[in-house]
Nanobody, 115 residues
Framework: QVQLVESGGGLVQAGGSLRLSCAAS????????MTWSRQAPGKQRELVAS???????NYGDSVKGRFTISRDNAKNTLYLEMDNLKPEDTAVYYC?????????WGQGTQVTVSS
């Protein structure tokens, strides 16, 4: 139903910032929920942030106040602005969209934060 492609990951120093993008292959206007999740080595995948069609946002406790999720419907793109990055944020970050009860995932983008 939709293809998602993440980009914007990379290597940054602690305290730095990155903006991740998730480009969708179709309009995201009607996608009720879009999310960013991450998976660090040896860890379970963790929900980082979510956003709904009415722009309601939720964040995991570990990123609250540092990360901002947003969507640009005109560009069919989901964003994750990450500020004050910490080494603990190092992970592969995945974009996802839930459509008619099914979750679609992107391929992920690596974020590495050095001390």
């Amino acid at each position: 139903q939709v293809q998602l492609v993440e980009s914007g990951g990379g290597l940054v120093q602690a305290g730095g910032s990155l903006r991740l993008s998730c480009a969708a292959s179709r309009s995201i206007d009607s996608i009720n929920t879009m999310t960013w999740s991450r998976q660090a080595p040896g860890k379970q995948r963790e929900l980082v942030a979510s956003i709904t069609t009415d722009s309601t946002t939720n964040y995991g406790d570990s990123v609250k106040g540092r990360f901002t999720i947003s969507r640009d419907n005109a560009k069919n793109t989901l964003y994750l602005e990450m500020d004050n990055l910490k080494p603990e944020d190092t992970a592969v970050y995945y974009c996802a969209a839930t459509i008619l009860g099914r979750r679609f995932w992107g391929q992920g983008t690596q974020v590495t934060v050095s001390s």
